[in-house]
């Protein structure tokens, strides 16, 4: 269910997406430069080499050793490349390969205590938002478990990174990717930070990474990427503070690009009824740990419009609102 929806006759929808998590911002101009400057060099016609550059570049921005990073087609294929053998903390992001799962604690927020030797779960999660405690991840490395975060959405959310433990505990893996926090989904790339990255790049294929991508994210300006990013949590945190509160909708507490939700109706017929207006929002029915009431919306810069049409919706439902 997720991805957003489905392109219709080989073209994108026209519907505004809003079950599909992006930075608010959008892309920025200096993707688009070079998105454009790598057609112009016409890089589709070489095979990119072992993306020497791109490690590099990445290791710049995060201030870690390129030895750590590894590089993929997404995040997910990163993650589809771990292993077996995981706990999952649930609801999570649905990819992750899970042999054990137990349940967060469902409050205003969600909270996720780390369980189990061999443990993975996203940072801010998805779809719940919420963020892990940094003493509680300490704890967790140091009594030496494996474990890996998921900071798909970390740059442009408002939580602090654990890049800055994983030279100090061999037992962290990263995982991210730049293709939400600079609003590219379909310019794939994720990458790994960790001492495992290695160990995982050797399951992957060869040139994962099409030639656009490695040209584009290899030729970032550091500057204007940690820029960029803090630009975004700053937006995010305006959003946050101005979103617009619906009678009979339950806002569980985010600190990401997006809000999960729980209304007094169905989330399917609820996404039935947004399709008439224009809308679309992601019907969390199918996460471990949540009701078929809960509903996911990313925080576009148009998110009171949505929230306005949820509100038309459930008002007409319930003239007594």
Not at 207 to 232: G, H, K, Q, T
Not at 258 to 270: G, K, T
Not at 275 to 288: E, M, P, S, T
């Amino acid at each position: 269910m997720h991805g957003g929806l489905s392109w219709s006759h080989g073209k994108p929808p026209t519907i505004r997406d809003f079950s599909v998590n992006l930075n608010p911002l959008g892309v920025p101009s200096f993707i688009e430069e070079l998105i454009y400057e790598a057609v112009k060099v016409k890089a589709y016609r070489f095979y990119p080499d072992d993306y020497r550059d791109l490690k590099y570049k990445i290791a710049e921005i995060y201030n870690v050793d390129p030895e750590m990073i590894g590089v993929f087609n997404g995040a997910s294929e990163a993650i589809s490349l771990l292993g077996r053998g995981f706990f999952v903390p649930e609801p999570n992001y649905q990819e992750y390969y899970r042999s054990n799962v137990y349940l967060a604690e469902e409050g205003e927020e969600f909270r996720y205590p780390l369980q189990g030797d061999k443990l993975i779960v996203s940072h801010p999660n998805n779809p719940t938002g919420a963020a892990l405690k940094e003493q509680e991840v300490t704890l967790y490395l140091e009594q030496g478990k494996f474990l890996v975060i998921d900071q798909s959405f970390s740059d442009i959310s408002l939580v602090p990174s654990f890049v800055n433990l994983v030279k100090e505990f061999p037992n962290l893996l990263i995982v991210s990717s730049f293709t939400k926090s600079f609003s590219v989904p379909g310019l794939r790339l994720g990458f790994t930070i960790g001492n495992e990255s290695k160990v995982i790049e050797k399951r992957s294929i060869p040139w994962r990474i099409n030639s656009i991508a490695y040209y584009v994210f290899a030729n970032l300006d550091v500057r204007e990427v940690r820029s960029f990013f803090e630009m975004s949590r700053n937006t995010l945190g305006k959003i946050l503070d101005n979103i617009k509160r619906i009678s009979g909708i339950k806002f569980y507490k985010s600190f990401a690009p997006f809000i999960l939700a729980e209304s007094s109706i169905a989330s399917n017929e609820l996404n039935k009824k947004l399709l008439l207006k224009g809308f679309y929002v992601r019907d969390c029915a199918n996460f471990v740990g949540l009701r078929s009431t809960h509903f996911r919306f990313s925080l576009r810069p148009d998110v009171n419009e949505l929230l306005e049409a949820i509100d038309d919706i459930l008002r007409n439902r319930n003239p007594e609102m």
